[in-house]
Structure formats: structure tokens, C-alpha cells
């Protein structure tokens, strides 16, 4: 007899995992999936013991990441060198810098939209773009946003689907493009507080000898495909508000409540969903023994509905109080720019609503949600572009590079591409 375990396959999975985390949270909250050859971790705080407890639920072991991306990176390593990785960067992505990348994402979008009539595919000719060049300028890049694109989400391929062997050689070819572009410039590259790269290289807690290229490239290779992030969430909290024109509303009528809907959209659909990790030992885990070496999926996307923890959890509400979410991880591996993340996708946000507050998703090409390990919409195609749009003031970016000066920040350079 098929027990429901045997019925999950990556297929029902990719088109819609709420329905079956919700019956695995209730009936089978840690279990083995045959059909993914892993344990499947589904409640909030069974994926939070998993994501706090490095030491035994490792980042190190053999992977497609570590294969694509080098097992030397800022994530798969512990200890003094993952701290040691940490520590040089953390000051250029304090918190209080946040704001600084909501207000460079806000400016670049109403600067690409304020020419916009009619129709358009806003992911793709506004979101992403302009995330990576976001993401170009707050690491310090010398690789212009198109191709900076291109290669993250090359790299993602591989990662989001390992049994492939025509994606990993996409994702390969992207990591020695990536190499070949970045270490020449890598190895000239002189100290630069404002630069996480420069930092990377020089800043090396211990030691007076800077990093070389080798010891680099595979943390800049594993934090390149976090780049769409933004620009998925950003266009799931648009669809959600294109949905709801309550919600929609109130978003209109209270600026100041972005923030908390940048905050729901996060909890309600994490653009990444999953998070690998691999046992080093025997541990109960929500009533159920796992023994050592074993593959672990935490699902950030089923913990964040976990109905013990949050109220209705299937709806998107912006008005929801305030919980803690998993989708920046615990512990020693939680995501350096977990603050960066929800500003930038505000600013995104914030410079379609300002100068297009008509817009509306496209009746005749609805959004398409798809994936698990990535949850997001690869085309949102709107209407009602121009029909109340405003003239973009270049006062506002004045403002802009004041505040970067001040914080000692490089004024961010044109949008490439």
C-alpha cells in the first residue's frame, strides 16, 4: 500500500508545496522522503533547531553547492574561518546601512519606470535589473549588473536542480566566467572600508597577509545567486496586492506600513525556501531519530505557515503582528544582509507604487507562482502603466548621495544595463 510519503515527488513539490507541507506538518513533521533521498523538515521549530545548531546539522559536506560554488565559502565553513569571513564585512552591512540600499533601489526603479506606458513585464525589465545592480554596487563589483545577472542566475541552475547534468554545466561555465572576470581585477585590488570585496581581501582578522583570489571567489560565487531574492519577493508582494485591494489600499493610504508588508510577504512566500544540511551525529528532532550523516531539508517555506506559531497562516495580511521568521536562518550561518534584504525589497516596491499607483497585474497573463527550493514568478506582466504617472525629481537622489558621503559610502554609478 502507497503510504503519502511515497506520493511526494520535486514535481508536486515545484507546483505547489503548501498543500503538502501542511499535511506533513500535521501527520509527519520530520520524515524521510524516498523520492527526494532526504529527511524533510516541515515545523517552525524544527527548522529553527536545525538552522541554530551548526554543530550538528553541518553546511560541510559534499553537495552540488559546494561542487559548483568551492567547499572553501562563507558557508560552508565554520568555525574561526567562517567567523573570520564574517567579521571583515560585517561593518559595511550593519543595520543602520539598510536605508541606504532601499533609497539606490527606490531611485533606480522610478528611474526606469517613469518612462513606462501601457504594459510591461515589471521582473524582468525592472526587479531584477535593478536588484543587480543594487547588489553590484553594495559588494563592490567591477562587473556590470546585466552580466552579473546572467551569471546568478546561471548559477542557481545546478543548485536548484543537482540531477541535471545540462544545468550543472551551466552553472559551471558560469563559475569560471565569473573566475576569469574577477580575479585579475581581484588580485590588484587595493584596501577600500566602503567594499565588502576589498575587505575580503585585506581585512584578515589574525593574519597580516591579505587573501588571495583562491580563498575569495567561492564565498562571492555562493553569495552571487542570493542576488534575485529581492526582486522575487518584491514580485510576490505586488501580486499579493494586486489580489487584495483592501490591503492594497491601505498600503497607499499609509506608506509607512511597506515595511510591515515587505515583512508578511517574507513570511507568507520566502523566495528561498529550503535550506541543506547534513547530520554529524545522532539527534531527535520532533519526536523522530535521525542518525548521523544523513541528508536534512529545513522547509523556511512550510515553517513560516506553521499553524502553532502563526494565526491564518495561508492568508497574506500586512497587518499581522509582528513574529519571528526563519528565512534569514539562526546561529553562526544567519544571512550576513538579512537587513538589506527586506529594504531593498521596499525600495522596489515603493518606486512602482510612487510614480504607478494604478498598476495591476496583466488580466491577460496572470502570474505564475512556481518551485520550492525557489519560490517565484518569473514574468509579471502589468497593465496601467503611465495612466497616473509622476515625473521623477532628481532631488531626491541629491539626498541620496548626501547620505552615502556621509556614511562613507562611494556614490553608487549608473544603472549598467
Known amino acids: 500500500m502507497t503510504s503519502f510519503l511515497d506520493t511526494i515527488t520535486p514535481e508536486a513539490l ?31 521549530h524544527d527548522v529553527r533547531q536545525v538552522l541554530s545548531h551548526s554543530e550538528t546539522f553541518t553546511t560541510r559536506f559534499p553537495s552540488a553547492m559546494s561542487e559548483i560554488f ?3 565559502n562563507i558557508l560552508s565553513s565554520s568555525g574561526d574561518v567562517h567567523q573570520g569571513m564574517r567579521a571583515s564585512v560585517e561593518e559595511v552591512f550593519e543595520p543602520e546601512r539598510a536605508g541606504l540600499a532601499r533609497e539606490y533601489a527606490r531611485k533606480l526603479v522610478i528611474e526606469r519606470v517613469s518612462g513606462m506606458h501601457g504594459r510591461a513585464d515589471l521582473m524582468g525589465e525592472v526587479l531584477q535589473p535593478v536588484t543587480a545592480e543594487v547588489f553590484r554596487w ?46 585579475p581585477w581581484f588580485e590588484g585590488l587595493a584596501p577600500d572600508p566602503s567594499s565588502a570585496i576589498a575587505r575580503w581581501r585585506h581585512i584578515t582578522p589574525g593574519s597580516v597577509c591579505p587573501r588571495g583570489a583562491a580563498e575569495v571567489l567561492p564565498t562571492i560565487r555562493v553569495v552571487l545567486p542570493s542576488l534575485p531574492e529581492p526582486g522575487w519577493a518584491a514580485g510576490s508582494l505586488l501580486v499579493a496586492l494586486f489580489d487584495d485591494p483592501d490591503q492594497r489600499g ?21 523566495p528561498f525556501g529550503l535550506v541543506e544540511r547534513m547530520t554529524t551525529r545522532p539527534v531527535e528532532l520532533g519526536g523522530t531519530r535521525l542518525p548521523a550523516g544523513v541528508r536534512v531539508l529545513a ?80 514574468r509579471l506582466c502589468v497593465d496601467g502603466l503611465g495612466g497616473s504617472a509622476t515625473a521623477y525629481s532628481p532631488g531626491r537622489h541629491r539626498v541620496v548621495a548626501a547620505q552615502l558621503t556621509a556614511a562613507g559610502r562611494k556614490q553608487p554609478g549608473p544603472v549598467r544595463g
Not at 546568478?152 to 572576470?181: C, F, H, R, Y
Not at 491601505?250 to 520566502?270: I, S, Y
Request: with cysteine.
Open 250 to 270: 491601505l498600503v497607499r493610504d499609509h506608506p509607512e506600513l511597506l515595511g510591515d508588508a515587505v515583512h508578511e510577504v517574507l513570511r507568507w512566500m520566502p
Open 70 to 72: 568551492g567547499s572553501e
Open 138 to 183: 553594495m559588494l563592490g563589483l567591477e562587473v556590470d549588473s546585466t552580466t552579473l545577472l546572467r551569471m546568478a542566475q546561471d548559477l542557481w541552475l545546478g543548485v536548484l536542480d543537482p540531477g541535471d547534468p545540462t544545468k550543472i554545466a551551466v552553472s559551471a561555465a558560469a563559475m569560471n566566467e565569473l573566475d576569469a572576470a574577477l580575479t
Open 299 to 378: 522547509a523556511i517555506g512550510s515553517a513560516n505557515r506553521d499553524e502553532t506559531v502563526f494565526e491564518q497562516p495561508h492568508a497574506f495580511d500586512l497587518r499581522r503582528r509582528r513574529q519571528p521568521l526563519v528565512s534569514f536562518g539562526y546561529g553562526e550561518h544567519v544571512c550576513l544582509v538579512r537587513a538589506f534584504i527586506p529594504a531593498i525589497v521596499e525600495g522596489l516596491v515603493a518606486g512602482v507604487l510612487d510614480v504607478h499607483p494604478d498598476v495591476r497585474a496583466d488580466p491577460s497573463e496572470r502570474p505564475r507562482v512556481a518551485g520550492w527550493g525557489a519560490r517565484y514568478t518569473a
Open 14 to 44: 515545484h507546483a505547489d508545496p503548501y498543500p503538502i507541507y501542511q499535511r506533513l506538518r500535521r501527520d509527519h513533521p520530520v520524515a524521510e522522503i524516498p523520492a527526494l533521498g532526504c529527511w524533510l523538515v516541515t515545523r517552525w
